[in-house]
């Protein structure tokens, strides 16, 4: 089975501080994601990476940058976290296949900034 | 860009019963998936079905690509299939296939009552 691993599952942080969000994926998959997810408002694409070292804008990508460096790593970088960044961090990946595109999913960061 | 609206936003059955959600989705797709939220935060992947019918178990999926829509079945519910069922779409293909990201409904919150 895929496994999506997040380094964290709570983490608590003051505003101001840099924040690194890991996830680390086992299956050789090209695309990798971050969302957040909001109550009432769903998940939302931050951004994504479809191969090492490139990256793309996803719906709400301010106060957001990501790192690839190595294929089975995407860390997602919150540069001066404020308290709005408070929110649920999913990471998920996929890869062209026989089902493209279809999403694993880790298990997901609790954010919260003070 | 492309709106996903999902139905009911609540519902709450008794074990046993069988159940019928709905996504609504704004423009053609080629990548749709049904995700279920378990009470955890994990999601999990339950059908990538652009278009026709699959079926695992007691559940089953069916996508009418042309009218817009797809369908997500339960049957005989446990009160395991408790959570959030979401749909996710996406209508661009980056090169790899499937890398784009999703664009995820606000989901339908299922209550399986014993």
């Known amino acids: 089975d895929v496994k999506v691993t997040q380094s964290s599952r709570y983490l608590v942080k003051r505003t101001g501080e840099k924040v690194f969000l890991e996830c680390v994926q086992d299956m050789d998959h090209e695309n990798m994601f971050w969302y957040r997810q909001d109550p009432g408002l769903g998940l939302r694409l931050i951004y994504f990476?479809?191969?090492?070292?490139?990256?793309e804008k996803g719906d709400i990508p301010e106060g957001y940058s990501v790192s690839r460096e190595k294929k089975e790593r995407f860390s997602l970088i919150l540069e001066s976290a404020s308290t709005n960044q408070t929110s649920m961090y999913l990471c998920?990946?996929?890869?062209?296949?026989?089902?493209?595109?279809?999403?694993?999913f880790g298990s997901g960061t609790q954010l919260s900034v003070l | 860009g492309i709106q996903v609206e999902q139905s009911p936003p609540d519902l709450i059955l008794q074990e046993g019963a069988n159940s019928t959600l709905r996504c609504n989705f704004s423009d053609s797709v080629n990548n749709l998936q049904w995700f279920h939220q378990n009470p955890w935060g994990q999601l999990i992947n339950l059908f990538y079905i652009p278009s026709g019918t699959k079926q695992n178990g007691r559940l089953s999926a069916t996508t009418v690509a042309t009218e817009r829509y797809s369908l997500l079945y339960i049957s005989s519910s446990q009160t395991t299939d408790s959570g959030v069922y979401f749909c996710a779409v996406s209508t661009e293909m980056y090169s790899g296939g499937g890398a784009d990201g999703l664009t995820f409904g606000k989901g339908t919150h299922l209550i399986i009552q014993p």
């Open positions: 990476s479809y191969d090492v070292k490139m990256k």
């Open positions: 998920a990946s996929s890869s062209p296949g026989t089902d493209i595109g279809k999403l694993f």
